[in-house]
């Protein structure tokens, strides 16, 4: 055990994010400026070059005033100079010129070249003479002839370039030598003769505690004043009273600054509230969370300003003071709604453990509280605190503390047991779930046996059951009496002890002999048999049983001997204990992307339906105990063990999981990728149609593709593998069966569902079970036929637009895949027979067939065509179909044939159809828009553009404007350019050699006919 020492409580720095972006003073935190670019005066050139600055100073030169005519020509001949110009009123122009609030940095450049050029002296120079041109408008005035001026806009323009010019210089004046910090000071103090002066030079110098006095005594009437100058704006200490918060050194400060709004301050509160905790230190923190600076610092509730927020309990937190940690509790544990989980996560408790003894103590009121669970389980948690901490306890507390330790914690962890009760009726005392989680902790963290039955009552309560398993690992002697003091009548609690009797076996041997007869009794019924003929350690196959570089830790509530057995492959016998809870450390090694090594071999070793059983068990402990995040084990297992039969299981879950968050989702989609069998991506298929988020249909997308990508096929190809047969038998019927009597379905002409009864006559809807009926097999029927119905209408749909993508995109099959993925399958077989079909053999000859009713290839004259194994074949288009179209139209309707979408009524239009001379300005519906995003098209360039990927590796693009918005849909649009680039990027600098002529006659027709759809 490690040695046990007191923190000490009394230090304090100021804490890290506080640090980041503070206003550095002389002597405080160090917080050095960026480094100076070596050549200043190069640097402040080039910034001005670029196009924001330089359109700031553009700006600035063409405002609508009259500029003193000598100030700014001493302003622009500095800048003309480049900076080396040793005149301070010019610099001073300067840098209002330049510097307004669009681009902050030329001030920075503007403080580095003057130190780095001419020094500090010059550098406070440069600052003063700024200082007096805001405070006297001396460089410009009001023009009275100007039509429209922006005059209060340009003036706080003017004080925001003095206030960023002003921390620029601070800031490198705080790591100056102590003669040029002495210098500056001197000759700064010669600006104080205005209140804006004054107020700038306490927040440049803030160690000049004399101005700073005497400036914060005055603010406050200088925030109030309402005096307006000639513009009507506000004089410009109204505005400028709020910087003296960033010269405060002392509560004082504060309090007279109070009722001053941080209107020219940073946000987020960091910056500001950072820069004061270093002037005045930790005294600071009880006037911050008053009710005025939480809403003006923007350190309070984001819904109720005036309560303290997150930001400002952890600076409690890290405050080494009573009155901070008093502040603290009050914050967390009495201003409802009550928000514990700030305490509990803040670090104070570990911090200031000591205080928080004494200060718990005083707190409490006798009544069960969460002052004194926290007390008791501060005390009970580490035996070691109370003696070393007992010099440092008034005698209340000490006596007290004492009292909760003899007594062996009785009563602790009552509190928060009530606490959660109230939660779970209406109102809700807990702020937020993750009080509610934390609470759920602390109560869990309570080292008695009272507390653990507190939680074992509250089982069904979102979060207790995970914590529940954390402590039953910790403690695992004292998990088991207080479930077998709670097992008897409770099946729960029969349940978990089960679970704790398998998974700590040790635990329960040396617990065993101090129970009574009873609970003895109890736990010898759950405690395994030993086998009778058990393999040895050495059965295990080499990938279960070589040694692991490094043993991962397994998650509490996973019990690996109540997990199914796997049976080796050759032989049969089942893996022995330590080769399953090998299994499970391989899991912990992979990940989802990058299984562990041995984990191919283990799956080789092992049969596979019993891989499967065993992931699809252990993920079923996993949600059990309500789905831990801090490990993705379960998912992991099911990636790389399950099969088939577990993905329909997993994905009932994804409703649920989806209305909580979308990751689990995600990482289940993940896992149905992984698996990668056709019913897998069937399954990932499916929901990517489905699901309305747009984040998650994306990823299925994606995990798609990459699939396919895996497979060494195409998207499409892929599409055509995992078409779901719908349970359709090769005729394309499903029977139903209700036991004595059958019903027959399938899909009509139009590839709608239709059902008949066993005499063939046809039926809306399923007749309701007859008494005679097999209830379980007409339940199952009525599942299949509702199934039906819906995968229906949306897989006949994905795939006709699939089968008119290939149409228009001149997709070609192999003759083995046409008949294997096409002509046979139940489903995709109804479509294909619907359509006609195009052959191109190798040596480019095309023949015209349609697919019979028995799957054999018919020409116009229904004669039986052999398809040569090395053609390609792919839907017709009209194109190609040219003088025959009559004649199988003929075909077709002599049969009777209805086709799923235009092809033989299709219009055959070449380039010059397109119109694409005059189609420029051309006014188009919106609703027209997205119906093409239903036909190949997609929205690019924001919803501005339409492009489609042709044969041949080309893309048309037609830009519109001003740009579609699913808000507005119908919102009229104007055809910009229609223009064509090739589908794979051109490398630069060559040209893209991309023309309209160059696209085939299938391409040219499609074009034409899809602008002629939009245009008209």
Not at 649 to 669: E, K, P
């Amino acid at each position: 055990m490690p040695t046990f020492t007191l923190p000490d409580e009394h230090a304090w720095e100021l804490p890290a994010q506080w640090r980041e972006s503070l206003h550095p003073r002389r002597g405080g935190t160090p917080h050095p400026p960026p480094p100076a670019p070596a050549d200043p005066a190069a640097a402040l050139r080039a910034h001005l070059e670029a196009e924001k600055p330089g359109r700031v100073l553009t700006q600035a030169l063409e405002r609508a005033v009259r500029y003193d005519p000598r100030l700014l020509a001493a302003g622009r001949r500095y800048l003309d100079r480049g900076g080396d110009d040793p005149d301070v009123r010019g610099a001073a122009v300067a840098a209002l010129l330049t510097g307004g609030s669009v681009h902050r940095h030329a001030a920075v450049q503007l403080a580095d070249l003057w130190m780095a050029r001419f020094g500090a002296e010059f550098t406070a120079r440069a600052l003063g003479e700024t200082i007096q041109l805001v405070a006297t408008h001396a460089l410009w005035a009001h023009d009275p002839d100007a039509e429209k001026t922006y005059d209060r806009m340009w003036r706080g323009e003017d004080r925001t370039a003095l206030y960023v010019l002003a921390r620029a210089v601070r800031s490198r004046l705080a790591v100056a030598s102590a003669a040029d910090y002495a210098l500056a000071c001197e000759i700064l103090g010669g600006y104080r003769t205005t209140s804006v002066g004054r107020i700038m030079t306490s927040y440049v110098l803030p160690t000049q505690t004399a101005w700073v006095d005497e400036d914060c005594a005055a603010a406050a009437g200088w925030a109030a004043d309402e005096t307006k100058d000639e513009d009507g704006e506000h004089v410009a200490h109204h505005w400028l009273s709020a910087l003296l918060l960033l010269a405060a050194g002392t509560p004082r400060h504060l309090a007279q600054l109070r009722g001053i709004h941080a209107y020219m301050l940073d946000y987020p509160p960091h910056t500001v509230v950072g820069t004061i905790l270093d002037g005045v230190g930790p005294a600071a923190v009880p006037l911050l969370a008053e009710p005025f600076y939480l809403e003006s610092l923007r350190l309070g509730d984001d819904w109720r300003q005036t309560r303290p927020g997150a930001d400002l309990v952890r600076l409690l937190a890290s405050i080494p003071t009573d009155e901070a940690f008093r502040l603290l509790c009050r914050t967390t544990l009495d201003e409802t709604p009550l928000r514990p989980g700030w305490l509990l996560k803040s670090g104070a408790l570990k911090r200031y453990p000591v205080r928080a003894l004494r200060i718990l103590a005083e707190r409490e009121t006798g009544a069960p509280s969460a002052d004194t669970d926290i007390l008791g389980t501060l005390l009970l948690a580490e035996p070691r605190l109370l003696p070393a901490a007992a010099p440092q306890l008034p005698p209340r507390a000490r006596d007290r503390a004492a009292q909760i330790v003899a007594d062996g914690g009785a009563g602790i962890g009552t509190g928060w047991a009530a606490l959660l009760d109230r939660n779970g009726r209406y109102p809700r005392v807990l702020d937020t779930a993750d009080d509610e989680k934390r609470v759920v902790g602390a109560l869990a963290a309570v080292p008695t046996e009272e507390a653990f039955g507190l939680l074992i009552d509250r089982i069904d309560r979102k979060y207790v059951r995970p914590a529940l398993l954390v402590a039953a690992k910790r403690q695992p002697r004292l998990a088991l009496r207080a479930l077998v003091a709670r097992a008897a009548g409770n099946d729960t609690a029969t349940a978990l002890l089960h679970d704790h009797v398998l998974a700590y076996p040790e635990a329960v041997a040396a617990e065993l002999p101090s129970l009574p007869e009873a609970g003895r009794a109890l736990v010898r019924a759950h405690m395994p048999a030993p086998p009778a003929t058990g393999p040895a350690a050495g059965d295990a196959p080499a990938s279960l049983s070589a040694p692991l570089r490094r043993a991962p830790a397994l998650p509490e509530w996973l019990v690996i001997p109540a997990l199914p057995a796997v049976r080796v492959r050759a032989g049969g016998a089942a893996l022995p204990p330590e080769a399953a809870r090998r299994l499970c450390e391989l899991l912990a090694l992979s990940t989802i992307a990058r299984p562990h090594p041995s984990l191919a071999d283990a799956r080789e070793d092992c049969e596979p339906r019993d891989l499967a059983r065993f992931a699809w068990a252990l993920f079923t402990q996993w949600q059990a105990a309500q789905y831990p995040a801090k490990t993705r084990l379960a998912m992991i297992a099911l990636a790389h063990l399950g099969d088939d039969h577990v993905v329909p299981q997993l994905t009932a879950l994804f409703g649920d999981w989806a209305a909580g968050g979308t990751m689990r989702v995600r990482t289940g989609l993940e896992v149905l990728a992984t698996i990668g069998s056709d019913v897998a991506l069937t399954a990932l298929q499916r929901y990517a149609r489905r699901v309305r988020t747009a984040g998650l249909r994306r990823f299925a997308e994606e995990a798609l593709a990459a699939a396919a990508e895996a497979r060494g096929v195409t998207l499409a190809q892929l599409s055509d593998r995992i078409v779901p047969d719908l349970g359709l038998d090769a005729d394309g019927h499903v029977t139903l069966d209700y036991g004595p009597r059958r019903f027959t379905a399938g899909l009509d002409a139009q590839l709608q569902p239709w059902l008949a009864d066993q005499r063939g006559a046809r039926l809306t809807r399923l007749p309701r079970p007859a008494a005679t009926d097999d209830a379980t097999l007409a339940a199952d029927a009525a599942h299949r036929w509702a199934e039906l119905k819906k995968e229906a209408k949306t897989v006949v749909a994905e795939r006709l637009r699939a089968m008119e993508d290939a149409m228009v995109t001149e997709r070609r099959w192999s003759v083995a895949d046409f008949r294997r993925l096409l002509v046979t399958h139940p489903l995709s077989g109804q479509i294909t027979r619907r359509l006609l079909w195009i052959a191109e053999d190798a040596d480019g000859t095309r023949t015209l067939v349609r697919v019979a009713e028995d799957r054999t290839f018919a020409d116009v004259d229904d004669k039986l065509v052999p398809l040569d194994p090395a053609a390609g074949i792919g839907v017709a288009h009209p194109c190609h179909i040219a003088a025959d179209r009559a004649a199988w139209a003929s075909v077709f309707e002599d049969y009777a044939i209805g086709q799923p979408f235009p092809q033989l009524e299709r219009e055959a239009l070449t380039l010059a159809d397109a119109g694409l001379d005059g189609i420029a300005g051309a006014r188009v519906e919106g609703g027209r828009l997205f119906s093409l995003a239903a036909r190949g098209w997609r929205f690019t360039d924001e919803h501005s553009a339409l492009a489609h990927d042709w044969a041949g590796g080309l893309t048309t693009i037609v830009e519109f404007g001003p740009g579609y918005h699913w808000q507005d849909p119908d919102q009229p649009q104007h055809v910009r350019a229609v223009h064509i680039r090739s589908t794979a990027p051109v490398p630069e600098p060559a040209e893209d050699p991309a023309r309209f002529a160059d696209l085939g006659p299938v391409a040219a027709s499609e074009l034409a006919r899809d602008l002629r759809f939009l245009t008209r």
